[in-house]
Structures are given as C-alpha cells and as structure tokens.
C-alpha cells in the first residue's frame, strides 16, 4: 500500500502528555489529528461525487436521448447570470485559498477578510440563482407546477428566444421531454445550492471563531478542511455551467 | 519519528492561486465563447475538456493535491474512476441498446 | 469433541476486572452520548437484534402463508408487504450494520492498537442516523408499509402503488448515511491509526476485510441515496425522471438502485469472510493459508464489485451487449470469493483443529456459502439466469449467501468475541447445540427452494400451483427449527452476563492485539499503546506471551 508509513511517537513523550488542548485524547500527536481529519474530509468528498455521480448519468443519458428538446430549453437559461455566477463562485474558491493561506500565515486579518468575501460571493452566487430560479417559476418552467411547453412549441410566444436564438418550434412530444431537462436543471443546481447554503452557514461560524483568533495559533485544521469543500462545490458548477447552460447557442 | 501534517509545510503562494484564477477565468471565457461557435461533435468535447482542465487546476492547486501525500491522490483517483466507472458503464448500455440483439 | 483449547482462570479466585468501559460511568445519559467506540458497538449490538428479531416475524408471516397453494392467510396485497419489508428489515437495518457495527465497531480500533476510531463523535453520530432511520421505518411499517419489494423497482414504486414509498425511501436514505459514516471512519482509522511496528500485512485479515467493505460503503451507498431522492421526487413533483410517459426510463433507477445494491451484498459479506478467517485460524492454531491473498482478494472483491451491477438486470430490458459484459465480469468477481475458501480449507489442513461453538459456525459458514455462492456463478451466466430469475432459485441463492453465509458469521463472530466484550463465557453445550439446530433448521428451509426455483415456482407471490406444496411445506417446517435456533442464543447469551463462567483475557488462546487485554476491556483499550513486533496469527510468539503475566486494571 502507498501509505506505509506508521505513526511513530516517543511513548516517553506521550506519558507527559503535552499536547495542545485542541487534540483529542485518542490520537497521539496533533499531527496524526490534522492527517486523520484532512483524510476524512476527502473521503467524505468522495462520497459527494458518487452522490451527484447519480444526476450527471441521468443528464447524460437524457441530453443524448433528446438533444434537441435540451438545446431548446437550455436556451431558457441567461448565459449573463450562468457566467456571472461562475466568476463570483470561482473568484470565492481563490478567496478561500487565499484565507486559507492567511491561516497558514497566521495573519488573523487577511483571513478574516478572506473568509468575509468567500461568504459574501457565495451569497453573490445565491442571489443571482433566486433571480433564475423565479425567472423559471414565472415562466412555468417548474417541473410539476403547471409546467407549460409553450415556449419550445411555439417560439415565436417567447420574444428573448425568438430575438437571440430564432428556435424553430419543436414537435409536441419533443417539446414535452424539455421538462426532464428542467428537472435535471432543478435536480442539480439545486442539489449545488444545498451545499453551497451549508457552506456559507458554516462560513459564517468560522468568520465569527476567525475574529476570535481560533485559526490563526497554528491550528487551521478547519480552515483547510472546510476549504477542500467549498472547492469541491466549486468544481461541482464548473461542470454544470457548461452541461447547463452551453449545450449549444449558436444558431 | 513524529509524523508532520500532510501539507509538510508547503505553503502554496498567492501569486500561485492569482495565476489560477487567471486561467478559470479564461477557461470560463473560452467556453462560453466556443458554444456559440458550430463546431459539430467537437462542442461537447470541447467544452468537457475545457471542464476537466478548470476541476483539476483546482483539485492541484486550490486543493493543495499536488504537494499532498500519494494516499491523498490514489483517494482522488479512486473517486473519480468510480465515477467513471457509474456514468460509462450505464451509458455504455444505453448506447449499445440501439445496435439491436446480436 | 471433548478436547477444547478453552483456556479460563480458575473460576474460585477469578473476577471481572472491576474498572471496565461497562462499569466506567453509569447512567443513560452515559450511553447515550458515549464516543466509546465500544459501548457504541454494543448499542448497535441491541439496535440491531431487535430488527433481526422484526424482520425474523415477518419472516415466519411468509412462511406461514406459504405453507398453502391460496393467498389464504392475508390477503396478496398485505403478502406484498410483508415480504418487502423483510427484505428491507434484514439488507438495511440487519445485515448491512450487523458485523461492522458492532464486532467492527468494537475490534478495529483494539485490533490496530488504537485507543479509538479517528472519529468517535462521527461513530455515535451513525448510530443515531441509525436510530431515526429505524423509527421511520417502523412508523412506515406501522402506517402499512410499501409493497413494492426491497428493490423499489420502478415504475412501480413511482406510478402504480398507493403505500408507504417515501417514508421508507427516506429511512433506507438515513441508514445510509449511518453507513457511510462508519464506513469512512474505519478507512481514517486503518490508514492512520496503527500502532507502531503494525504494518499493513501484519493487520488481522478482519481489519483487511472491513477495510474493503468500508471502501464500499463510501463510493456506493450515495448512489442509492440519489436513486431514492429521484424516486421521491417522482412520486411528489412527477419530474418524468423514470416515466416512459414523459421521456424517463424506468431502467435507470434500476441502474442507480443495483450499482449500489450489488456492492451492498459485498459489504454485507465481507465483514462476515473477516469474521471467519479470525475463527478458523483460532480454532486451528494455525495462521490463515495464503495471508497475502486472503487480504488482497478482500479488495478485490471490492474493486470488482463495482462492476457487476447489472446481473440483477439481465430480463429488465438493458442492452445484450450489456448482458454479455456483465455477465463475464460476473464470472471473475466469483474468482476471489473461491480464493477464500480455498485459503480457509488449506489453513484448517493439518491443523489441529477443536470444534468450540464459533468454529461449529464457521464451518457451517464454509459449506453454505460456498453452495450459496456456486449458484450465484449459475445466475451469473445469463443464459441461465434467463430461467432461474424471479424464481424461488434467486431467493434460495441469497439466503444461502446471506443467512447460511453472513449471518451465521456474525453469530460465529459474536460467539467467539462475547468473553472479550462481556468478560463471561456463554454454557458451550447449548451453544454448540443452537448451532447444529440453526444449521439443520437452514438447509431445510432453503435447500427446497432451490428445487422450487428450477421446478418455475416465482417469488413474491402469495399463491402458487398446488404441485409446490410439499417443498412449500418442508421449507416452513424448516424455519420453524431455524427459528427454534436463532432464540435459543438470546436466552443462554443473556443467561451468561450475570452467570456465566469468568473468561479471562484469553479464554480462546487467540493471537490479535485485544486478546491481550482484559475482558471487559478498559475504555482506553490499553494503558499503553502496544507494539506490534510480530506476524499476524503468530502462535509461536502467543506460547512465549504466556510465560509473561497479562496486566488488567481493578
């Protein structure tokens, strides 16, 4: 196995029993700790990808079933918002390395400011998802609530789509496989935005515990760790942005 | 023998994540830019690489894999061969259904 | 059958060591926010014998009504729902927690030399993900239950039935989670929590087997979880998702629900082969044959696990190119299963072997398993299966593998680690006794449905023609004595905690880190972290051990 090596520790050492008040007492050092739960946190990640791993084969078998229907109804989706979502979430990831790399150099400041605007371009990225999701609801786009297959079968009903992409109307049983796409737009940016709504949660303790100097001692274990999640959901919209919202836009 | 943290002191600079950020960015811009242009059956695949590029400079950089132990990058790989393994196999029955019995 | 290797101190002068993880702190309260990992595996040790003990009457509800050709008993519908909620009972809340959540739970930590799991509060968490999922369950059961079988199978569960999907759905999603936990907790613990000198090949195979079915748990119970969310949401919002009607294919939640629920009976199984090599070893005062292959064969169940979902598909309606792939795969997952049992029958060869209770199950162990397991290569190849699916043959095939194989494994298990967890050894005539009973009673509950299987009868149906009857018959005759065989050990188990015989630290002369301690162990398992400087299974280093006085506190 790759991880041969054992953690080894002065049993002599360990009879003192110095170590910082933040290890727990069945681990031997602080840095079998940070290894154990830093290793943890990926597992857990692991788990996410299998949990999503669900959705995206979904999405592809029904973007290769009905290419058509999803390219008509991913013309629904504004690439203004999609794309501008994309930079907040992306820009957050580097804040939160940044924040991270803040902990790692113990200047309490730069990490409070760090984690600070993470949050606030999370909440950016979740603002702008209200404003698409009610856009959606508006047009009966929700699947199970009225859904209404007007706009794919008669384009011209529908003047942003008709001015940008001149869709040729679809033929009724077509149109009708446009709400699967719509689940799946549901299904997955909603599963994201779950997580993301966590994670700010959870943001918003760690600036609170930043200001009160938990993770600037040396112990930054959270910092990291939170850090490996919130880029996780960050790749999780890298993939769904081009899967979404770029199937194909040129006419 | 006492066993450091995995990240063994390796601090990754901000220039390093500012030049990451410059090339999601652009990452961002090229896709967007390549799906208004009809490329076939490239756009798809054009736009899946352009993805897989922009997850594994965060998975390297952001996430620190390229200077974490080999454990945490057989973990890594392991995910995503597991997740590749879900999506092709069912799709691999998918696709295959249309070539009909023997 | 009189020679024994039991090994007690003398019971005039001998007690339990009055400072233990049982008698550390009293109170409910004490229990139920313990992050002893130990006093957790014993939680789930009650958790889990009250839902064994569900899923066993619904049990006999099946195999009363089946004692008729007439759905006379109750009525289809209610048949219905007693067999899916057995199934569901025993795979969710039995047979997938039984072995890592309780011996698991309790030895990994102690077989690495590690004072606790790497997570402790994430242990206590799964078992309370455990317990809502229960509650919900047994409300779902109470409310009426779901009727679609374990398998969910769509569009039946999204479209056509009016019982309990969701709520089900949703407890099956928490138990899920418990078992990701444990799962991830245990893969933390192995990789990071050795003790010095106690390498990867010098751990117990029970470590190595829990080590692959943990890898399971984590990349493949979220699978499920996503397929019950989807299923959820068909049958509340009508996303289409699995409806032909608007686009959905009915066959991809088949495809999400076996990509996990395949794995699911390795994860099932594999903690159980670990149980066994620890047995047999033991019992035959030799090491484990073929340590190395024991070891990678356990992940090799694992990896190829993965690949083999789509057998339970093969008349569903996936492609025949898909048939052919799976069903080749499905012949070499079959290949380190048979590793196993060969390594197990080399290392009994020349052993000198006694046949003390949790041997007696270890061999029953290695008969059926290896019948139950043979018939799955005759589902494997879909030419086959074709015939024997959705027959009584699948049902005989998986209960061989699950009952004859897994759950007599745990009762091996919980046999030979009882003087270990609870300092008392249990009365072995009885025992021993209860084991032939269990064993006798199985084979004539499940040896006639194979017969049934091959003669057309389906499964999950309450009626059947009458020419089934006599096999009917002798299959529920039988689970009356496997019934008789499974009580027998709450009585003479509960018996012993207050008069059984004191056993010592080691009353089985067992190699492994927690034989090296007290029963009941300490909460802190050692008062100092042990070095490991020898082999797994060393029998040579046990002889020089006991020339040395093993410590216990109190």
């Known amino acids: 196995m790759s991880d041969s090596t054992v953690i080894t520790y002065d049993a002599q050492a360990g009879e003192e029993h110095e170590h910082p008040s933040y290890q727990r007492h069945h681990f031997e050092t602080i840095g079998q700790q940070n290894d154990a739960t830093n290793f943890a946190m990926w597992l857990f990640l692991l788990t996410e990808i299998m949990f999503f791993g669900g959705l995206f084969t979904a999405y592809l078998i029904y973007r290769n079933w009905y290419y058509p229907a999803f390219v008509a109804a991913s013309h629904q989706l504004d690439i203004f918002w999609g794309g501008l979502n994309t930079l907040l979430l992306i820009t957050s990831s580097f804040t939160m390395a940044m924040g991270v790399w803040s902990a790692e150099m113990r200047k309490q400041g730069a990490l409070v400011l760090c984690l600070t605007l993470t949050f606030v371009l999370g909440l950016g990225f979740l603002g702008i998802k209200t404003i698409e999701y009610r856009e959606k609801f ?93 880029h996780f959901v960050d790749i999780v919209w890298i993939f769904l942005f081009p899967l979404l919202y770029l199937i194909s836009r040129h006419q | 023998m006492s066993e450091h943290s995995e990240h063994e002191h390796h601090i990754v600079s901000p220039k390093t994540y500012l030049a990451i950020l410059t090339a999601l960015l652009a990452g961002t811009a090229l896709t967007i830019a390549a799906s208004y242009v009809d490329m076939g059956p490239l756009n798809p695949i054009i736009a899946l690489a352009i993805a897989c590029t922009k997850a594994v400079l965060v998975i390297l950089f952001f996430m620190h894999v390229k200077y974490s132990t080999k454990l945490t990058k057989l973990t890594v790989g392991a995910g995503v061969f597991t997740f590749l393994i879900l999506v092709g196999m069912t799709l691999a029955d998918y696709f295959t259904r249309a070539w009909g019995r023997w | 059958m009189s020679e024994t290797i039991v090994s007690l101190p003398d019971q005039e002068t001998a007690s339990i060591p009055k400072m233990n993880y049982l008698s550390k702190e009293n109170g409910l309260l004490s229990w139920l926010l ?76 102690m077989m690495l030399g590690a004072k606790d799991l790497a997570l402790p509060k994430v242990n206590l968490l799964s078992w309370y993900l455990y317990m809502v999922a229960g509650v919900l369950a047994l409300y779902s059961m109470a409310a009426g239950g779901v009727d679609t079988g374990w398998t969910f199978t769509t569009p039946l569960s999204t479209h056509y039935v009016n019982t309990h999907v969701i709520t089900t759905g949703m407890a099956i999603f928490v138990a899920g989670f418990s078992s990701i936990f444990t799962g991830l907790n ?96 033991t019992f035959s005062r030799k090491r484990v044959f073929g340590y190395t292959a024991v070891a990678f064969s356990s992940v090799a169940i694992a990896v190829f696990g993965f690949f083999v979902w789509a057998h339970h598909m093969f008349i569903m309606g996936i ?95 919980l046999h030979f680690w009882w003087p270990k967890m609870t300092g008392r050894m249990y009365p072995e005539k009885i025992s021993q006794l209860a084991a032939l009973i269990t064993f006798i009673g199985f084979n004539f509950t499940f040896f006639p449905q194979f017969i049934l299987g091959t003669l057309g009868m389906p499964r999950r149906y309450a009626s059947y023609p009458a020419e089934f009857q006599v096999l009917n018959v002798l299959s529920t005759a039988g689970a009356s004595i496997l019934g008789v065989g499974y ?31 007290q029963s009941p162990p300490l909460t802190e398992n050692f008062t100092e972290i042990p070095v490991m400087d020898h082999e797994a299974y060393d029998y040579e280093w046990l002889e020089r051990q006991k020339e040395k006085e093993v410590p216990s506190v109190g």
């Open chain 3, 319 to 413: 492609s025949s190119y898909s048939v052919l792939v799976f069903s080749l795969l499905t012949m070499l997952v079959a290949v380190p299963s048979a590793i196993k049992i060969f390594n197990w029958a080399f290392t009994l060869y020349k052993g000198s072997i006694t046949f003390e209770t949790p041997m007696l199950y270890a061999f029953g162990f290695m008969g059926l398993f290896t019948i139950g397991g043979m018939t799955g290569v005759f589902l494997g190849t879909s030419g086959t299966d074709i015939h024997l699916t959705e027959t009584y043959f699948i049902v005989a095939h998986f209960h061989f593998v699950m009952v004859g194989g897994m759950l007599m494994a745990f009762l091996a298990g």
């Open chain 3, 186 to 281: 245990f893969i933390v613990t192995i990789h990071k929590m050795r003790a010095p000198g106690m390498t990867w090949f010098r751990m117990p195979l029970f470590i190595w087997a829990h080590y692959a079915a943990s890898i399971l748990m984590v990349l493949g119970t979220p699978v499920l979880a996503i397929a019950l969310v989807l299923v959820v949401l068909e049958r509340t919002v009508g996303i289409g998702v699995f409806d032909p009607a608007k686009g959905g294919d009915p066959l991809l939640f088949q495809h999400l629900f076996w990509f996990y629920s395949h794995p699911a009976v390795y994860i099932m199984i594999l903690p159980g082969m670990g149980v066994i090599s620890e047995v047999i070893s």
């Open chain 1, 138 to 230: 508006e047009k009966h786009h929700v699947p199970g609530l009225h859904y209404s297959v007007q706009s794919f079968t008669n384009p011209a009903s529908d003047p942003e789509i008709e001015r940008e992409y001149r869709d040729k109307p679809l033929p009724p049983d077509m149109a009708t496989h446009t709400e699967l796409y719509f689940f799946l737009y549901f299904a997955m940016t909603g599963m994201h935005a779950l997580h993301m709504i966590i994670g700010i949660c959870i943001l918003g303790f760690m600036i609170v515990r930043a200001r009160a100097g938990a993770y600037t001692g040396g112990h930054l274990a959270f910092v990291e760790n939170f850090g490996l999640y919130w």
């Open chain 3, 34 to 109: 313990t992050s002893d990992h130990k006093r957790i595996a014993i939680l789930y040790l009650i958790s889990i014998s009250f839902f064994f003990f569900i899923g066993g009457s619904l049990a006999a509800l099946i195999r009363l009504e089946l004692l008729t050709p007439q759905s006379d008993l109750m009525a289809t519908d209610t048949y219905n729902k007693v067999f899916s909620m057995h199934g569901i009972v025993m795979v969710f809340f039995f047979l997938v927690p039984s072995v890592p959540a309780t011996l698991g739970n309790f030895f990994l930590p």
């Open chain 3, 487 to 517: 009580l027998l050990p709450v009585f003479y188990l509960l018996w012993s905690l207050k008069y059984g015989a004191i056993a010592g630290e080691n009353p089985w002369q067992a190699t492994g880190l927690e034989w090296q301690t």
